[in-house]
């Protein structure tokens, strides 16, 4: 295989062992080499909210379950009340 692909067999080994990546020629070489083809294809993510930068917008559903699990989260650590505050607070009127 690694013959077929012009590379060596210790860079084939780094691959199949995730030590290393190999570029997008090289897949398409060893693609072809084992009777494959590459094939890239780009569809639309589920929901077409992106932000700026690229990322995936969360669904309402995601968040939620994102402030429940901060929430419950939040619970695992013991209160304790103390009083009253250290300083007072300072009123506006």
Same mark, same amino acid.
């Given at each position: 295989? /690694?013959? &077929? @692909?012009?590379?060596?067999?210790?860079?084939?080994?780094?691959?199949?062992?995730?030590?290393?990546?190999?570029?997008?020629?090289?897949? &398409?070489?060893?693609? &072809?080499? @084992?009777?494959?083809?590459? /094939?890239?294809?780009?569809?639309?993510?589920?929901?077409?909210?992106?932000?700026?930068?690229?990322?995936?917008?969360?669904?309402?559903?995601?968040?939620?379950?994102?402030?429940?699990?901060?929430?419950?989260?939040?619970?695992?650590?013991?209160?304790?009340?103390?009083?009253?505050? /250290?300083?007072? &607070?300072?009123?506006?009127?």
């Amino acid at each position: 295989m /690694a013959a &077929r @692909a012009g590379t060596s067999q210790p860079v084939i080994s780094a691959y199949e062992h995730g030590r290393r990546d190999p570029t997008v020629s090289t897949l &398409r070489r060893l693609l &072809r080499a @084992a009777g494959q083809y590459l /094939a890239i294809d780009a569809t639309p993510l589920p929901t077409a909210e992106l932000h700026r930068d690229g990322r995936r917008a969360l669904s309402d559903e995601q968040r939620g379950a994102m402030l429940a699990d901060l929430l419950v989260f939040g619970e695992a650590f013991p209160f304790r009340r103390t009083g009253e505050l /250290a300083f007072p &607070r300072i009123s506006s009127s």
